[in-house]
């Protein structure tokens, strides 16, 4: 398992492809309207579209920046990393915390929902129905899933590949059939009129609307594992951004205008639109999509039988994209003095972090007991009712990925701004548009507008699940601060600063990066941008 | 592979007009609540043509 002192460092190996780099991100950020769309109908009812809108567009400002960082800084630790450079250590380290929950999180809310999935088939699998056999299979899926990333990256890459295929001709079938014969552009506005739901709602309904474009981190942690990163990254994110949202909005608009091809009925057999079975039975807002591809004429029929199935599937992948995530993050923070050393080790016989994947499964796995312990036993489910508003299993892991997401997202737009500052002579292969240009210490730097919009969106849907999420309010900060302790703990012991950054060479470090990353042209280009700014200086002092 | 991705993209773009025409027939008696999906047809379409334009450059490259 461990490598011995004498022998070279194995590394992460690149064997990840450009469709490989959007299909790790598409299965994990394209899975999570699966997720999130059951949750957003129930709270944000009429406004559910609003609330996509929002969050989307926060959205493609994250995308933009995590495109941009990626692109230039390609290496495994995603989010953390960029901060860590841009604002500092401990900085770094909650962002890349914030990270880490997201992504436990994730491994669990997406082996919950593909359980939910598999349930429209075999209804023993219903939560409230069987709620231990639902525990259980959540419980095999993630330990599973533990194992088949102890053995690597590249047998998961391939799955991903695949199945992410078959799910984008799929929902563009869906959404074809649906908008042609099944959506109603006047019942859209008249369910946009009557059912438009409180502030309290509509901010809950927001704040859960950003989970359904959670995973662009998974882009950038496959950064140290993708050939020529710099060219490709910013290939396929943009298009990944614009296949995200496009789905993200198509479905919301269509659940709210859709005309069902089977009538809905209340238990009193009064007739309801579609997106009221989502507040009526918390059963149905872990399948909201395969609901929605049965109500749609013809293609329903088949899409009935299929839907449940590949939504299943993908998010299977993406709580594998969940564990695969995390044990990268750890990776890096562990290179970069922010986690112990431990995670750092790569397995020998497989190159894959195998301590850290089994440490950051065995977090998800406590994570289920907490969202799964209101189900399995009436005394917890009393208590949560009385201190947490009654939130289910679902709602428990949605709030803490909303925080997570909220967290580090906000510090990565900081360090977005920071980095534009710090490390102007870092080529950018692809930059944010809209930048106002100036100068800083002597250097030209462009300072990026669109951060500063996507800062701010995205820290109002920090405040807005800090407002309405009762468990999320809780259990979020309590992970930072636990984390915030053992980072302080762990630089002490290892005499390290502990408020304050060690010293970094940054500028061996990019060229080395950018060198490991086969991306020479980048390089030369950096060199001489280094070489002119030192001339610049010489003359200056002269 | 590229003939796949050629209708998928045709086909968002397609689509995308047609919502952004029927969304903006019921402008008068939306007003606001025509904003969210005139956004999806135009994302529709910016869609298609950006996967339009990178198969046209592949095509050109083989």
């Known amino acids: 398992m461990s490598t011995s002192s004498n022998a070279p460092k194995p590394e992460l190996r690149r064997s990840v492809t450009p469709w490989g780099s959007f299909s790790w991100g598409y299965s994990d950020v394209g899975a999570d309207i699966f997720v999130g769309l059951g949750l957003v109908l129930a709270w944000a009812a009429g406004a559910s579209n609003v609330a996509f809108l929002f969050a989307g567009v926060v959205y493609v400002c994250i995308g933009l920046a995590y495109t941009e960082l990626a692109a230039t800084y390609p290496v495994a630790g995603g989010g953390q990393y960029f901060v860590m450079r841009g604002l ?18 994730d491994v669990t809310l997406f082996a919950w929902t593909s359980v939910d999935y598999t349930s429209q088939l075999a209804p023993a699998l219903v939560n409230s129905v069987h709620p231990w056999l639902h525990f259980i299979v959540v419980l095999g899926l993630v330990m599973g899933l533990c194992l088949l990333n102890v053995v690597g990256v590249r047998e998961s890459t391939a799955f991903n590949g695949v199945v992410s295929a078959l799910d984008v001709i799929s929902e563009t079938c869906i959404l074809c059939f649906g908008f042609l014969f099944a959506f109603r552009p006047q019942l859209l506005i008249h369910t946009m009129q009557m059912h438009w739901p409180s502030p309290y709602e509509l901010m809950l309904g927001t704040s859960l609307a950003i989970i359904s474009f959670v995973g662009l981190e998974s882009i950038s942690q496959a950064a140290q594992e993708t050939q020529r990163p710099a060219s490709i990254i910013p290939r396929t994110s943009v298009a990944l951004i614009l296949t995200i949202l496009i789905f993200a909005l198509a479905y919301s608009n269509l659940a709210l205008g859709l005309q069902p091809w089977h009538p809905i009925t209340d238990s009193a057999g009064h007739p309801m639109q579609f997106w009221q079975i989502f507040p009526q039975n918390a059963d149905n807002q872990g399948k909201a999509v395969a609901l929605l591809a049965a109500q749609v004429p013809y293609y329903g029929a088949f ?9 299943a599937v993908l998010l299977l992948i993406s709580s ?18 922010l986690l112990p050393s431990l995670f ?17 499964s065995a977090i998800a796995l406590i994570e289920l007991v907490f969202a799964a312990a209101p189900a399995l036993f009436p005394g917890v489910s009393s208590l949560y009712a009385r201190f947490f508003h009654g939130e289910n299993g679902l709602e428990f892991l949605a709030d803490l990925y909303a925080f997570g997401a909220a967290t580090s997202y906000s510090f990565v737009f900081l360090g977005l701004i920071g980095l534009r500052m710090m490390d102007p002579l870092s080529p950018r292969k692809f930059k944010i548009p809209f930048n106002i240009p100036m100068r800083f210490r002597g250097e030209r730097v462009d300072f990026p507008v ?3 919009f996507g800062f701010i969106g995205i820290f109002s849907i920090l405040l807005f699940t800090l407002r309405t999420h009762a468990l999320g309010r809780i259990f979020g900060p309590t992970w930072l601060i636990l984390g915030l302790i053992a980072y302080l703990f762990y630089r002490r012991h290892r005499r390290l600063p502990l408020l304050r950054s060690q010293k970094h060479d940054w500028r061996n470090e990019q060229t080395e990066i950018l060198r490991r990353a086969g991306e020479l ?14 001339e610049r200086r010489a003359a200056g002092r002269s | 592979m590229l003939f796949v991705r050629g209708v ?18 019921v402008v008068p008696a939306g007003g606001f609540a025509v904003v969210p999906g005139v956004v999806l047809g135009v994302a529709m379409i910016a869609l298609g043509v950006h996967r339009l334009k990178l198969i046209a450059r592949v095509r050109g490259m083989q």
């Open chain 1, 320 to 337: 594998n994209s969940g564990v695969f995530g995390s044990s990268r993050i750890a990776y890096a923070m562990s290179s970069s003095n």
């Open chain 1, 521 to 534: 042209e980048l390089m030369d280009e950096y060199l001489s941008n280094l070489r002119a700014s030192d």
């Open chain 1, 344 to 360: 750092q080790r790569v397995n020998r016989a497989y190159r894959t972090p195998a301590i850290s994947i089994v440490f950051f």
């Open chain 1, 450 to 452: 669109v951060a500063v």
């Open chain 1, 88 to 105: 500092g250590d401990i900085f770094g380290f909650i962002a890349g915390w914030a990270v880490l929950l997201d992504f436990t999180i």
């Open chain 2, 8 to 25: 998928l993209a045709g086909a968002m773009i397609l689509l995308g007009i047609v919502i952004l025409v029927r969304m903006l027939a």
């Open chain 1, 303 to 311: 899409a009935a039988l299929y839907v449940p199935v590949l939504g």
